[in-house]
């Protein structure tokens, strides 16, 4: 582990980082916190948002991690997959989230293809730290990526990583398909895990992984592990906040609990305002600005006199 990421820097640590009080009274969790959860058992929760108004619901709600990830090509700008997220897109929505959440963590996932060089991985985190005031970056992959991940890690960038099913490289998977259900398999996720922890990582993200087996190689790390689709061993979870509120329908992954239907409202307030508008009761006087009666009857003879002239 480097010195750089053992040890936080005064803005991640929320030293003259202008960073607000949470919900309930808590300030922004820490890299110090966030690794020690480990050890305390406290189970941290992470949330992708990918706009100021869920950033604020979850600063609100006590989320203890704001991901900005890049899910949001498909959830706000209708792509199929996550590829087509830039990094001009994933800072604009990561400024969002950071004026929405001033108070909490804030995660920024790298986009596909956007570390696959040292030098790369370098310039685009950096522009995450700088321009959009994350508290740190997230790529994907283990051994493969272990020298990427080292040398932001080096370079004072706090780093974490993902595992397991990574949307970046799933056109080599065949698909969606949960990863590590044979022994050899899980083995690879085991020396993916290490690999990411031996380069100073953290926290890793497992995606897909049956739950026993994230739960035997989160046994095996100092780092916490945070689960989607991963059962409930990991030292934390996360989702999407749009899956967990049924914002986006196109399709709902296994392991994705509805918390609310939101869509289902938001279409039938919207149905009720179509119904009002074509029948003429919206808006009523409730709904609409008043003027004085002598105002509008001079008003009204002025137009008069207009007509006339």
């Not at 996932?109 to 970056?137: G, I, K, W």
Request: aromatic letters at 6%; hydrophobic letters at 40%; proline letters at 4%.
């Amino acid at each position: 582990m480097s010195t750089a990421q053992a040890t936080p820097t005064a803005r991640s640590a929320g030293i003259g980082s202008n960073a607000k009080t949470a919900a309930g009274g808590r300030e922004k969790r820490t890299i110090t916190e966030i690794r020690a959860s480990k050890q305390t058992g406290e189970k941290m929760v992470y949330m992708s948002v990918p706009d100021y108004t869920s950033a604020k619901w979850a600063e609100m709600a006590g989320v203890d991690v704001a991901v900005v990830g890049d899910s949001l090509a498909m959830v706000a700008h209708g792509h199929p997959s996550t590829i087509p997220a830039s990094m001009d897109m994933m800072i604009m929505h990561a400024q969002a989230v950071r004026r929405g959440a001033p108070g909490t963590f804030s995660l920024g996932c790298m986009p596909y293809q956007s570390y696959h060089t040292v030098e790369r991985a370098l310039a685009n985190a950096t522009r995450f730290m700088q321009e959009a005031l994350c508290d740190a970056v997230k790529p994907q992959g283990g051994r493969s990526q272990a020298h990427i991940l080292r040398a932001l890690v080096d370079a004072g960038i706090p780093t974490a990583s993902h595992i397991g099913l990574t949307p970046h490289t799933i056109a080599l998977f065949g698909g969606f398909k949960i990863q590590g259900r044979t022994a050899e398999t899980a083995m690879k996720i085991l020396e993916d895990a290490l690999a990411i922890e031996d380069a100073g990582c953290f926290m890793l993200e497992f995606e897909a992984v049956p739950a026993r087996i994230a739960r035997l190689i989160s046994a095996q790390l100092t780092i916490p592990t945070i689960g989607i689709g991963a059962g409930v061993g990991c030292d934390g979870q996360i989702l999407l906040c749009h899956d967990l509120l049924g914002v986006f329908v196109d399709f709902k992954p296994k392991f994705t609990k509805r918390y609310a239907k939101l869509t289902e409202v938001a279409v039938g307030a919207i149905e009720q305002y179509v119904k009002e508008v074509k029948e003429g009761s919206f808006p009523d006087d409730e709904h609409s600005y008043s003027v004085k009666d002598e105002e509008y009857e001079n008003f009204a003879a002025m137009v008069a006199r207009r007509r006339h002239i």
